[in-house]
């Protein structure tokens, strides 16, 4: 995924840049980097693995070896940036949180012409933030070259710019597929993906950027570069799961958000008469926790941790790179109450449900631990499609995607002409699913969330939500 913050200041700004980086950790597991303008060093840039180590221990020492009033900054979970870039547009810093879907196809038609080459990746892929820079630098202004970027880019690129003037340049990608907000205070202003970060920094609400507008920002004024795009289509899946919960996205708290939506999954059980016998009502894995809350506060039904994860070494089960290390720890971390479990039916509420390796391991584990039943409910509906606007999940094929893959057990390649009634709790095929879906995993019970529902909790319009990865519409 990834994420980016920035600051231009009236005076030394490094060390909030610093802990605004950190507020975005949660967002990507592979790189980050931190480029800072001073007016005698010029531009400064580092960058680190964050693989093996959090953000903070591979950063700490750029306070003493970096200075400056001006800074950008990423966590990044594939490409090493920002990059310094030096073009005809002067000398910049740039970084981008998305996903560029056609970059071959852009190397092709308007580098490789041109110059010959471009610079590789270990593999052989190209670092995508080069490749917007090099888009950008073509034309004669930053402003003509974010156009630019706009119109030929296929996927998200949401971009920060730090000048040599000390200036950012922020764009917010086309569809505002995902957020950028700016803050201020009496001395700076911030842009940031998370809210939070803005706010515990000691800076106050400006503005969102609209879809596709971009600006330039600076200690003492804001200006609009690019006005927005009336057409939005921010993701959803930010409130559902990846999203941090003390974060704001136009307006609706994930916190809040989630809460919500666990009260109307609470209702829609109530309506169809089931799980009516629980004896706790739990959440899995942490983003799944407030969804649970709102099930419970709804349903009636007491709130429990059957188990809790033990995080003083391994925080984040997804850290190691090799997936069987992650599975491993992860389930090395799940430490069970036994009073909670022995003989009881649980309710568990996951954020999402989507290849499923990590979510048989809990539930067998909870069985081997005495549990009674297990029953499973997703807060957002059967995931079909991969996403590809910003790489949300390791997924590489639609085919990685459990639910993908039952229907295939099920029906075939037939029944992928017929995912919108495997969505459906009330068609056949949809019953079909749950059913299939409950015996791989051992479930009591599987529900998930509806379209309709999780549009509702959040309480935007649907028209201006992405919900590619549970419908297929762009």
């Known amino acids: 995924m990834g994420g980016f913050f920035g600051i231009a200041s009236k005076k030394e700004c490094l060390s909030d840049v610093f802990f605004g980086i950190d507020y975005h950790s949660h967002l990507g597991t592979r790189r980050a980097g931190i480029a800072v303008y001073d007016e005698e060093m010029g531009l400064q840039r580092q960058i680190h693995s964050i693989e093996h180590a959090p953000f903070r221990t591979r950063f700490e020492h750029v306070l003493e070896e970096m200075q400056g009033s001006s800074a950008i900054g990423c966590i990044s979970d594939f490409e090493p940036q920002p990059l310094l870039i030096r073009s005809r547009l002067g000398t910049f810093a740039i970084c981008y949180i998305g996903v560029i879907n056609n970059a071959e196809e852009l190397i092709d038609r308007y580098l490789l012409k041109d110059s010959g080459h471009f610079d590789a990746m270990t593999g052989g892929k190209v670092n995508s933030t080069e490749l917007l820079a090099s888009l950008i630098s073509q034309k004669e202004s930053f402003v003509e070259g974010l156009r630019f970027v706009q119109e030929v880019v296929e996927g998200t690129a949401s971009i920060l710019i730090l000048r040599e003037n000390g200036s950012i340049i922020a764009a917010r990608d086309k569809l505002g597929r995902l957020p950028v907000l700016i803050g201020k205070n009496e001395e700076a202003r911030c842009v940031t993906f998370e809210s939070h970060a803005a706010m515990k920094l000691g800076f106050e609400y400006e503005k969102e950027l609209g879809p596709g507008e971009v600006v330039e920002v600076t200690a003492e004024s804001l200006t609009q570069m690019i006005p927005p795009g009336k057409k939005k289509r921010i993701c959803a899946f930010l409130w559902s799961y990846y999203g941090y919960p003390t974060a704001t996205y136009e307006g609706v708290n994930v916190e809040v958000m989630r809460a919500r939506n666990g009260q109307l999954m609470a209702k829609s059980d109530q309506e169809k008469g089931i799980a009516s016998d629980i004896d706790y009502v739990c959440g899995m894995p942490d983003s799944g926790i407030p969804h649970a809350i709102g099930y419970a506060n709804q349903s009636g039904i007491d709130f429990a941790r059957p188990f809790i994860k033990y995080t003083p070494t391994w925080s984040r089960s997804f850290t190691p790179v090799n997936q069987a290390d992650r599975d491993r720890v992860a389930k090395m971390k799940q430490i069970p109450v036994h009073d909670l479990i022995q003989d009881k039916k649980l309710l568990f509420v996951d954020d999402s449900i989507v290849r499923g390796t990590q979510i048989k391991e809990t539930v067998d584990f909870l069985y081997e631990n005495g549990a009674k039943e297990v029953h499973m409910r997703s807060a957002c509906p059967p995931i079909m499609f991969g996403c590809k606007f ?85």
């Open 390 to 474: 910003h790489n949300f999940s390791r997924s590489t094929s639609d085919m990685d995607l459990i639910a993908r893959r039952v229907i295939l057990e099920l029906e075939g390649e037939e029944g992928f002409l017929h995912l919108d009634e495997y969505a459906d709790d009330k068609t056949e095929r949809g019953k079909n699913l749950r059913d299939a879906l409950s015996k791989k995993f051992n479930f009591a019970s599987l529900e998930y969330q509806s379209l309709e529902n999780i549009i509702k909790a959040i309480g935007l319009p649907e028209c201006d939500l992405c919900t590619y990865c549970w419908n297929g519409k762009e």
